[in-house]
């Protein structure tokens, strides 16, 4: 296949270049600090002194020191971010699925705070905080450990950055019962017990935004490929990203929907618990 072909030359294997350098940094970064503590342990012979050379060396050491810091800072989120887009690449431009014509799972057990909402807040944080949004989490109700999911982890990664992209874009500015101004976006999970009939739980997963509520007679599109709510006003979108959403839910047996409320709407999600305790099992 000519496209997958050139996909692995053109995208993936030019990804594993940026790999390659956040490798060199780093050693770069641990040499820098080697050097650093070099000038640290000369510094320490001028404790207690005020002459010129001695002042200079303290000052030089602080410098030093900051830009080490600085430097570190920045690579921490340079890899995180490569980490983030290495795993939409390779999970969006997987040969099996432009060999099958369709989205290929590859399930692995997955823990959902650590390994995808975690990382995910810490890209958008800085863009919620940018634009006023506060975030609202209220996962804590429910350990990690209650919730054994397995999924295809780089998809359900994808589900969750268009959701928030969606949240960063879409959520606005509301009066709430109080007479106070809010804007926030709030999520949770919940167990639903026999969502998906007798002895198959589900695991539901909300987002609610601040803003306009979705009038009734669009919500049942909202997932379609290219549809816009006229909620949308004039922020830039192409109506493709909740379509993708219900895409990759639907394929892992779940489901999607929305629910306006009064000072905004609420987005969710609810994966099956009984597949992915087979999956446990077989592969125990």
Not at 7 to 13: A, D, L, R, T
Not at 29 to 38: E, P, T
Not at 102 to 116: A, D, G, H, K, S
Not at 267 to 272: A, D, M, Q, R, V
Request: charged share 25%.
């Amino acid at each position: 296949n000519q496209l997958v072909s050139d996909i692995e030359h053109n995208v993936i294997s030019p990804n594993m270049y940026y790999k390659l350098s956040i490798r060199k940094l780093t050693k770069l970064l641990a040499n820098y600090g080697a050097m650093l503590a070099k000038v640290r342990d000369t510094a320490m012979f001028c404790q207690g002194r005020e002459d010129p050379v001695c002042k200079l060396l303290r000052n030089i050491h602080q410098e030093i020191s900051n830009i080490n810091q600085t430097f570190s800072e920045e690579l921490r989120h340079l890899t995180k971010h490569y980490e983030h887009t290495s795993l939409f690449l390779e999970t969006l431009f997987r040969r099996d699925h432009f060999e099958q014509g369709t989205y290929v799972l590859r399930r692995q057990p997955c823990n959902f705070r650590t390994e995808i909402l975690d990382p995910l807040l810490e890209r958008y944080r800085p863009i919620f905080e940018k634009k006023n949004i506060v975030i609202n989490d209220n996962l804590e109700d429910i350990p990690d450990e209650e919730i054994s999911l397995v999924v295809d982890k780089g998809l359900i990664s994808q589900v969750f950055d268009n959701i928030f992209a969606n949240a960063a874009k879409y959520t606005q500015e509301v009066e709430n019962e109080t007479g106070n101004r809010v804007k926030f976006i709030a999520y949770n999970r919940r167990i639903l017990k026999d969502y998906f009939g007798e002895g198959t739980h589900g695991v539901r997963f909300s987002f609610f935004t601040t803003g306009q509520p979705i009038a009734e007679g669009e919500v049942k599109y909202l997932f379609d490929e290219g549809f816009r709510s006229s909620t949308a006003g004039s922020e830039h979108g192409t109506g493709h990203g909740l379509h993708f959403v219900r895409s990759v839910v639907e394929i892992h047996g779940g489901e999607v929907g929305c629910i306006p409320q009064r000072y905004g709407n609420e987005f969710h999600f609810t994966l099956p618990m009984k597949e992915q305790v087979q999956w446990l099992r077989a592969h125990a």
